[in-house]
């Protein structure tokens, strides 16, 4: 408990420090382009914990949730049979790396031309950009499960499907990683796939701040993606700790 409050302390410490710093510095500013941050705060909660937290911002997580949730399923099974099929990853990993080449950001135009403007392009654009670190950590896992483990299990006629099953749970703690890189990804994706092809979201609405001239309005975007960031974060630890629980105890006990 004491580790656990220690830990907290660290990580609560240093942003509450900066953003105290923050305040007392921007406190006089009279810069159009920098306005105080207490300006942003009351820009924060006028604007976003309003009506426009209902009709943007759980869009803008839904539209993630979607596209996160449809690249982690896509990128789980299709990297699964390509870990366990070696000359199938051979064969297709020209197209693989063509299309992880492809900036997920350049499809926006064809997603809008192709499915026009609403959710579906959002949730594609999403999807999009990541699955790569899950897709190619889900490979990677798969291909660095211990041959000698595979032997025993086809020497003792384990199905398949057993087998499959103790691959992808060997490759778990990769996949998890390529998860928590994925999440990142798919915020940034949330911003600018909402400034091009949809009419509300958190995105839209940074957009028109910025065109409007509402300066703490933008500042006040900046700052709630930043602490919708940090909570998902926090939300993703938990589900890492639930998940990979297994994992720990095997290191604690080998060390």
């Known amino acids: 408990m004491a580790h656990r409050l220690r830990h907290f ?3 609560i410490v240093p942003p509450f420090a900066l953003l105290t710093l923050w305040w007392f510095v921007s406190s006089a500013s009279t810069s ?18 309003s009506a426009r937290f209902a009709s943007d911002v759980l869009p803008s997580l839904g539209h993630l949730a979607a596209g996160f949730a449809l690249a982690t399923a896509a990128g789980v099974l299709v990297g699964l049979v390509l870990g366990r099929i070696p000359f199938l990853a051979d064969t297709v990993t020209p ?31 999403i999807a999009s950009a990541t699955i790569w670190p899950i897709l190619l950590n889900t490979i990677d896992g798969v291909r660095g499960l211990d041959p000698m483990i595979a032997d025993v299990a086809r020497s003792y006629r384990i199905r398949r499907l057993d087998r499959t099953v103790m691959a992808l749970r060997a490759a778990s703690p990769q996949v998890v990683a390529g998860m928590r890189t994925a999440l990142a990804l798919g915020i940034i994706m949330i911003v600018f796939s909402e400034m091009v092809g949809s009419t509300h979201g958190i ?31 926090i939300a993703f630890h938990g589900f890492e700790r639930a998940v990979l629980g297994w994992h720990r105890g095997m290191r604690r006990t080998h060390k």
């Open 9 to 11: 302390g660290m990580e």
């Open 32 to 49: 159009l382009y920098f306005p105080p941050l207490q300006t942003i705060v009351t820009a924060l909660h006028q604007d976003w914990f």
């Open 95 to 125: 197209l693989l790396e063509f299309a992880r080449a492809t900036p997920s950001v350049a499809l926006v135009p064809a997603a809008v031309l192709l499915l026009g403007v609403g959710t579906e392009v959002q949730v594609v654009v």
């Open 203 to 233: 995105g839209f609405q940074l957009l028109q701040a910025q065109r409007s001239f509402d300066i703490p309005g933008m500042w006040a975007g900046m700052v709630l993606l930043g602490v919708l960031g940090y909570l998902l974060n």
